[in-house]
């Protein structure tokens, strides 16, 4: 069965650091999304991309934070200058083409960011 | 606005008697419906979705949901639990139409199974 896949599963960087968190989605899949969840906390919407565009994204995508699909099959999330705050799991997801009003998302295992 | 709430963070049940997590959702439009399963180190998996059509909802793994608009819930049921359920629980609403399709999740619900 077709699965989101990410990488790295844990990633540790040093506070004002560059980092880059890949997702491979499924590959028939036209909508790809990044949440976040910080440790006790709720998941929480980031972004969602569509189109080579971004369609949506919340108050906590601001400026250090990027999204791009570079090829057919990656979608990655930067954050260009980690703060101690961005410490969380961060889940990519993707959802298929539109099927009446069936817009199940896809999640991949998480990545887990350390930034100390 | 959209939000979820799980009313229980923690329900503990012995195994092979019911399950029952319960979720109440806010939506200023007609809601999607989902509940997701987090198996420690493991993604989200969807266990069952609310579109609109059927309010008895039937999901993988034995479990079912039925949605209530009276009562705002969507809560997610089991007759009977099996050690394999302990997880943690996610109930989500999306609005549609809306091309972001942003999930609101709720906070989670840990289950935990007894034997």
């Known amino acids: 069965e077709p699965e989101v896949t990410q990488t790295p599963s844990h990633q540790v960087t040093q506070m004002g650091q560059e980092v880059i968190l890949r997702c491979v989605p499924i590959s028939n899949h036209l909508y790809f999304y990044w949440y976040r969840q910080i440790l006790g906390q709720k998941v929480e919407f980031l972004v969602s991309?569509?189109?080579?565009?971004?369609?949506?994204k919340s108050e906590i995508f601001d400026d250090q934070f990027s999204v791009e699909r570079p090829d057919g099959s990656n979608f990655t999330l930067k954050i260009r200058s980690t703060k101690l705050e961005d410490s969380a799991m961060y889940f990519c997801?993707?959802?298929?083409?539109?099927?009446?009003?069936?817009?199940?998302?896809?999640f991949g295992p998480g990545t887990r960011l350390t930034v100390t | 606005a959209q939000s979820v709430t799980q009313l229980d963070s923690h329900v503990s049940v012995s195994e092979g008697t019911p399950v029952l997590l319960r979720c109440n959702y806010s939506?200023?439009?007609?809601?999607?419906l989902f509940w997701y399963v987090q198996h420690p180190n493991k993604g989200l998996q969807l266990l069952l979705k609310?579109?609109?059509?059927?309010?008895l909802v039937k999901g993988i793994n034995g479990f079912e949901a039925e949605f209530k608009k009276s009562e705002t819930s969507f809560h997610l049921t089991k007759p009977s639990a099996h050690m394999s359920d302990a997880a943690e629980y996610f109930c989500v609403v999306s609005v549609l139409p809306n091309t972001g399709n942003q999930f609101y999740f709720g906070t989670g619900t840990s289950l935990t199974v007894i034997p």
């Open positions: 939506s200023s439009y007609s809601p999607s």
């Open positions: 997801a993707s959802s298929p083409p539109a099927r009446g009003i069936s817009y199940e998302q896809y």
């Open positions: 609310y579109t609109s059509a059927a309010t």
């Open positions: 991309f569509y189109n080579n565009e971004i369609s949506e």
